[in-house]
């Protein structure tokens, strides 16, 4: 079994390799009739720019995209400048430099990665795939008996912030980088994926496709290694499976078939603000402007937000989505489970989590109204401030660095559910209703806790659960997702996951000082 585990971090290695050279190589060659048709696509009609592009980008051969970005780049920022000092505003390129990149890089490359797709695919995708199984598989009887086996977590690099953690860190932070502002250096990953986006949407496959499918790959590889680990308790079985549903069903194939369907791109599950854009001047007039099915997506996505999210939560708490619904839930729970010890548990980590998340939201609510006033007024600006201008701020600060490269780069370093915890304002959202407003809560049986501290050193939220469970006290916390780790962690049983009436559900501990307190009548009370 050792020995298969073995051969399984070989063959993802070499996968995991061969990938991440892939954006630094690459041949790329747009001749003159190409280079018309990107300008014609792109409606440039800035003279300098398609002088620039036509002279010193068609018809040249470039070794690696970083070439032909650079030379793109300048090129456009170079004309943008003389059109403004021109004030020739009908003719600046608003198109962003590596946008534009990576459109004449995606038709241009030539060679053996653009014309053997499906054995690249093998050579990155596949091995990574087969040597990731082939590591996990043998943890079923390797593991031993069913059962939790958290032994030596703190003692493996990979998983106590050693060298492996911090490689791990390294790549996933500079994979989000790539993503949100290298768009071009992707290009060599789209080919990969090109066949199979084409069988979905009928397009080739974009940079955010190639996101959308490894997100879906990483989750159900992980979810294989969630149902070896937890294969004793249904609870976990059942919540990753339905996270793994709805990422790859909702998230994944149902807004592809809808767009070769010539529908707008939308993920249902996908509630505001957590899909912060929803109401973006852009999206609005989109969805107007597509019939039926337009309308029908503003009508759901506001009832979402506004009355199912809510009156889930009332029944369920906000496990319902953070934990079963969730793609970003679902990554955190699967991908980074290995890290979830990683929490912080103290106080000073509670105060600014609360800032944070509830600053975020605000953000968010304030953005949406200076959104919906802009579009309904139809002008760009509310009390002086450029509403583009907040929205850019959101989604670079928020929706780029915060939620992509902070809330999945920092799984190693941080634990797993920090843009869950510290950022995201869908959270905060339920974290309110589930506070003050809902049936949920975890009971806990003081009377049997021994105070090992396992419940507290893996929930992933930063929860202190022992100083609960030592009390006997209900934890009602907003920030609680209900994955039930800290449940099933439990040696004693100690902990348990219910819905019941409001009524005594929150149950704070009365200090009892000598014999004053009549027992009986203050556990009736707290039944």
């Known amino acids: 079994m050792k020995t298969l585990q073995h051969l399984g971090i070989a063959?993802?290695?070499?996968?995991?390799g061969i990938f991440t050279i892939l954006p630094f190589i690459g041949t790329f060659k747009a001749d003159h009739a190409l280079m018309?048709?990107?300008?014609?696509?792109?409606?440039?009609?800035?003279?300098?720019?398609v002088n620039d592009l036509k002279t010193h980008v068609a018809g040249k051969e470039f070794n690696g995209v970083h070439q032909l970005s650079g030379m793109v780049v300048t090129a456009l920022e170079n004309a943008n400048a003389t059109h403004?000092?021109?004030?020739?505003?009908?003719k600046i390129v608003y198109v962003k430099g590596r946008d534009l990149a990576a459109t004449i890089a995606k038709k241009s490359g030539k060679g053996f990665i653009a014309e053997n797709k499906g054995f690249m695919w093998f050579l990155t995708f596949g091995l990574g795939i087969i040597g990731a199984l082939l590591f996990i598989l043998p943890q079923v009887v390797l593991l031993g008996p069913k059962g939790i086996k958290n032994d030596g977590v703190y003692h493996q690099s990979s998983t106590n912030r050693g060298w492996i953690a911090w490689l791990v860190f390294i790549f996933l932070v500079s994979f989000y980088l790539v993503l949100y502002f290298r768009p071009e250096y992707a290009t060599n990953w789209t080919y990969l994926v090109d066949p199979i986006s084409k069988s979905l949407s009928g397009n080739p496959a974009g940079h955010w496709f190639v996101y959308g499918f490894m997100y879906c790959v990483v989750m159900t590889v992980m979810a294989v290694r969630m149902y070896i680990k937890y294969r004793h308790n249904i609870y976990q079985t059942v919540r990753t499976t339905s996270v793994l549903f709805f990422q790859i069903v909702f998230a994944f194939l149902i807004p592809e078939i809808m767009v070769r369907l010539q529908m707008p791109y939308y993920d249902f599950k996908n509630a505001f603000p957590l899909d912060y854009d929803f109401f973006f001047q852009w999206n609005l007039k989109s969805l107007l402007n597509s019939g039926g099915i337009g309308?029908?997506?503003?009508?759901?996505?506001?009832?979402?937000?506004l009355v199912i999210v809510p009156?889930?939560?009332?029944f369920f708490g906000k496990r319902w989505y953070c934990s079963w619904v969730c793609g970003c839930g679902g990554l955190a729970e699967t991908l980074g489970d290995p890290y979830r010890q990683h929490s912080n548990k103290s106080l000073f980590a509670w105060k600014v989590e609360r800032w944070l998340i509830h600053g975020v939201l605000l953000f968010a609510?304030?953005?949406?109204?200076?959104?919906?006033y802009s579009f309904f007024s139809e002008t760009g600006t509310v009390l002086g401030i450029k509403t583009q201008s907040v929205q850019n701020v959101y989604s670079?600060?928020?929706?780029?660095?915060?939620?992509?490269?902070?809330?999945?780069?920092f799984y190693p370093i941080f634990g797993n559910r920090v843009w869950c915890r510290f950022g995201c304002p869908l959270a905060a959202y339920l974290g309110f209703v589930q506070r003050f407003k809902s049936r949920f809560r975890i009971t806990t049986n003081g009377g049997q806790c021994i105070s090992c501290g396992n419940c507290s050193t893996y929930c992933e939220q930063g929860i202190?659960?022992?100083?609960?469970a030592q009390k006997g006290e209900n934890i009602i916390r907003s920030s609680c997702v209900g994955c039930g780790i800290c449940s099933a962690v439990c040696p004693r049983g100690v902990l348990k996951l219910e819905n019941g009436p409001e009524e005594g559900r929150i149950n704070s501990t009365e200090v009892l000082l000598g014999n004053d307190v009549d027992l009986m009548d203050l556990v009736n009370k707290k039944q």
């Open 11 to 16: 063959l993802f290695l070499v996968g995991l």
């Open 84 to 90: 403004r000092k021109n004030k020739e505003y009908k």
């Open 295 to 305: 309308i029908f997506i503003l009508f759901w996505g506001t009832i979402l937000t």
């Open 464 to 468: 202190d659960v022992r100083a609960y």
């Open 396 to 409: 670079l600060a928020i929706g780029s660095i915060f939620a992509g490269v902070i809330g999945t780069g």
């Open 365 to 372: 609510l304030v953005m949406t109204g200076m959104t919906l």
């Open 311 to 314: 009156v889930m939560v009332y």
């Open 36 to 49: 018309d048709q990107i300008i014609k696509e792109n409606s440039i009609k800035s003279n300098f720019l």
